[in-house]
């Protein structure tokens, strides 16, 4: 793979942050999982979260598969943090930019895993459990949902996420197969 292939082609995307890391580096941690099923709604809801997704361990065992990790960053400007539709609505621009990502390195690799943030948003209702995923192809399991410490990986990274005010930071990480 290319690496500066790559990263002439983000540079025309506004990425805010990026770093290639090895993938035993990446942190997984079940207090995440915890989380996921303790404090969100989307647990059990969808194809791309937990339990759907597998146990902790095998979605490191899923990563394990691959040679690298590519993790990057948007940040974005909301109004009204408290204002949860409005803030979802953002990701939708890091969700496209996360498909245009991965789309460059499946043309540099043999195989590529995107995984992005927060639950699947491409059908108003997932059909977990009762059918297949409408669209796997466009659904991106979520990073945390795989019981990945992303704040960690970041910090472990260089990669900047506090942000104060009204900026929100999204996280994608893209796996590669060379
Ligand atoms: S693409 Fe549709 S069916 Fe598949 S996980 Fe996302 S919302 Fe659910």
Known sequence: MNKQTIESQI???????YAFIEIRDIPFREEVRYICKT?????GKS??????????????????????????????????????????????DHEEI????????????????????ES???CEHCT??????RFPDRMFPS??????????LAEQCGITFLSGGNL??????ILYRE
């Open 11 to 17: 540079a025309e995307l506004p990425v805010c942050d």
């Open 39 to 43: 404090e969100c709604s989307r647990y």
């Open 47 to 92: 194809w791309s979260c937990p339990p759907a997704v597998g146990t902790v361990e095998e979605c490191r065992e899923r990563c394990r598969a691959y040679d690298g990790a590519f993790l990057f960053t948007t940040m974005t400007e909301v109004p009204d943090m408290e204002d949860l539709e409005g803030m979802l609505a953002t990701r939708k």
């Open 98 to 117: 996360t498909r245009r990502i991965r789309n460059l390195f499946l043309e540099e690799c043999s195989g590529v895993l995107a995984l992005s943030t």
């Open 120 to 122: 699947c948003a491409v």
């Open 128 to 133: 977990y459990p009762d059918a297949p995923c």
């Open 143 to 152: 990073v945390e949902g795989f019981g990945i410490l992303v704040t960690g």
């Open 168 to 173: 929100v930071t999204w996280f994608s990480l």
